[in-house]
């Protein structure tokens, strides 16, 4: 089982729905959460952090976690083509490391 | 303001050659990382260091060797290339406080291909 999982993509949804992209995580000590965007040929960006359960909210952007259930997801409302890029969820675990998903490609169409 | 830079942005190798990647950041930041990313297989780290003069082995660390002389520097040796080493590679840093605040900031990344 691989340390992070996201789901499989790539993922496809119309300009102005609910992108919605998942991550779970196995090691349970892990503290710190993170969902970086990188755009194809571009490096990695950060867009949300998140350390405590519930829901963190900035813009249009929403990242959720759940420790219990060791999941941790991203909600990007009123999608835009601009959105269309990889998402890397990333996750800080007892090694003090950051290990990263396999990302997950979203599409927005006009 | 730079952030951080990496050299070469692209590179073509043959086997069996030494090459190093360069990253140099200007943000101050303690800890710096190397990582590898690979087509379905993510970001994987390669070897990291978090402070000057120390380093450690990541996932991948076996071909890859790095120094850090001091915090803005953190060169990345490949001391006899091989073809699965092609690669795109990533630089990062962050400023190690401690806690759970340490954002990882990347560079534009060096692709790698060895022959």
């Known amino acids: 089982q691989k340390e992070v999982e996201q789901n499989s993509g790539p993922l496809s949804v119309p300009e102005g729905a609910i992108a919605s992209l998942n991550c779970t995580y196995s090691?349970?000590?892990?503290?710190?959460f993170f969902w970086y965007r990188q755009y194809s040929g571009k490096s990695p960006e950060l867009i949300m952090s998140?350390?405590?359960?519930g829901d963190k909210e900035d813009g249009r952007f929403t990242a959720q976690l759940n420790k219990a259930s060791q999941y941790v997801s991203l909600l990007i409302r009123d999608s835009q083509p601009s959105d269309s890029a990889t998402y890397l969820c990333?996750?800080?675990?007892?090694?003090?490391?950051?290990?990263f998903g396999s990302g997950t490609q979203l599409t927005v169409l006009p | 303001i730079a952030g951080i830079t990496q050299a070469p942005t692209s590179q073509i190798l043959a086997a069996g050659r030494r090459m190093t990647l360069r990253c140099t950041q200007d943000?101050?930041?303690?800890?710096m990382y190397w990582y590898r990313q690979d087509l379905g297989l993510g970001l994987r780290l390669i070897h990291y260091?978090?402070?000057?003069?120390?380093?450690g082995k990541g996932e991948v660390p076996d071909g890859y060797s790095v120094s850090r002389a001091n915090t803005d520097d953190f060169p990345l040796t490949l001391a006899s290339a091989v073809p699965s080493q092609t690669s795109v590679y990533f630089c990062?840093?962050?400023?190690?406080?401690?806690?759970?605040?340490?954002?990882?900031?990347f560079g534009p990344g060096t692709r790698l291909t060895v022959l």
């Open positions: 990333a996750v800080k675990g007892s090694a003090r490391q950051l290990t």
């Open positions: 998140i350390y405590s359960n």
């Open positions: 943000m101050r930041h303690n800890a």
């Open positions: 260091s978090n402070t000057a003069g120390t380093t």
């Open positions: 090691d349970r000590v892990s503290q710190s």
């Open positions: 990062a840093s962050s400023d190690l406080a401690g806690g759970h605040t340490d954002t990882q900031y």
